[in-house]
């Protein structure tokens, strides 16, 4: 069970919006340490999506935004494409546990 | 273009042993703080290993606490991970990856291809 609360699932119609949380406690999040997000497609390395809650590296689409407030973060993709279907994880450190985590992963689906 | 290749993983019996490497390239190797990412078949991502640019400060797991060695070579650009006693709950493929920030709440910026460890008799 990690400290960071993914939902297992998420789905959209190609062209929607959807949205990925991350839930965590004032340990993380809430203790004001950076949020990061990954995108895993099937098969392969991980790859950086967002850094420090809301800063897109150089080649990804703008399509893909970060927020993070209180004690959660979300990643947004607007404009869903089939290529988006992949598995998505967030990423914090814990002041409790000393070191860093990552939620559990949500596999979202291009219906 | 950095590129981060791991070698040295492979079917081990449980309560054996495996020394996984990572060659680095394409970028200055003792600035940055690299750690060990793994994924258990059909699971998500566990934080295992993160180490200093120059090698000084570690960081483990509870779950590999006193049987995982991570270690560098900063003149071979080469990361070291020293597994023993080997469970199946070990069984993953691990990703060598190159951190931006302090090793202890850094984030990756480059990943690895991942290599894959199987622990079983």
């Known amino acids: 069970q990690s400290v960071l609360t993914q939902p297992p699932s998420v789905s959209g119609a190609p062209g929607q919006r959807v949205t990925i949380s991350c839930t965590g406690s004032s340990s993380n999040i809430g203790a004001h340490y950076d949020v990061h997000w990954y995108q895993q497609l099937p098969g392969t390395a991980p790859k950086l999506l967002i850094y420090?809650?809301?800063n897109r590296p150089s080649g990804v689409p703008d399509r893909f935004s970060g927020s993070k407030s209180g004690t959660s973060a979300s990643l947004a993709i607007t404009g869903l494409q089939a290529e988006d279907e992949a598995d998505y994880y967030c990423q914090s450190y814990d002041s409790s546990l000393g070191g860093v985590m990552f939620g559990g992963g949500t596999k979202l689906t291009v219906l | 273009e950095v590129q981060l290749v791991e070698s040295g993983g492979g079917l081990v019996q449980p309560g054996g042993s495996l020394r996984l490497s990572c060659a680095a390239s394409?970028?200055?190797?003792?600035?940055?703080?690299m750690s060990w990412v793994r994924q258990a078949p059909g699971k998500g991502l566990e934080w295992v290993s993160p180490?200093?640019?120059?090698?000084?400060?570690?960081y483990y797991a509870d779950s590999v606490k006193g049987r995982f060695t991570i270690s560098r070579d900063n003149s071979k650009n080469t990361l070291y991970l020293q597994m023993n006693s080997l469970r199946a709950e070990d069984t993953a493929v691990y990703y060598c990856a190159k951190l931006i920030g302090a090793y202890s709440y850094g984030y990756v910026d480059y990943w690895g291809q991942g290599t894959l460890v199987t622990v079983s008799s």
């Open positions: 420090a809650n809301t």
């Open positions: 394409g970028f200055t190797f003792n600035i940055y703080a």
């Open positions: 180490i200093s640019d120059s090698g000084g400060s570690t």
